[in-house]
Nanobody, 119 residues
């Protein structure tokens, strides 16, 4: 299993930047994929970006060209660099990890970090 701890959220004006961090309690080499999801009030949780163990990345159309996911294997940490933030990016951002546990793929979640973008 794995514990995930997010940090880096906050309040920023439109056009500003934030970098979210997700620290894992184990080596991320052993994790199949890690990603960032977000949930705005009254909306379903949605995938923002993900990175698999091989390094391939995926982004939601709404954040392409503005957000960048990366990882630091030595620190067991995944980052989400968010640039040119918009009010519609306001949400709680959750880190997710998918890994094999007892032969089955399982997903794990962090506690979430609030991102608020003012217009």
């Amino acid at each position: 299993q794995v514990q995930l701890a997010e940090s880096g959220g906050g309040l920023v004006q439109a056009g500003g930047s934030l970098r979210l961090s997700c620290a894992a309690s184990r080596s991320i080499f052993s994790i199949n994929s890690m990603g960032w999801y977000r949930q705005a009030p009254g909306k379903q949780r949605e995938l923002v970006s993900s990175i698999i163990s091989g390094g391939d990345t995926n982004y939601a159309d709404s954040v392409k060209g503005r957000f960048t996911i990366s990882r630091d294997n030595a620190k067991n940490t995944v980052y989400l660099q968010m640039n040119n933030l918009k009010p519609e990016d306001t949400a709680v951002y959750y880190c997710n990890a998918v890994l094999m546990v007892n032969g089955l793929l399982r997903g794990f979640w962090g506690q979430g970090t609030q991102v608020t973008v003012s217009s």
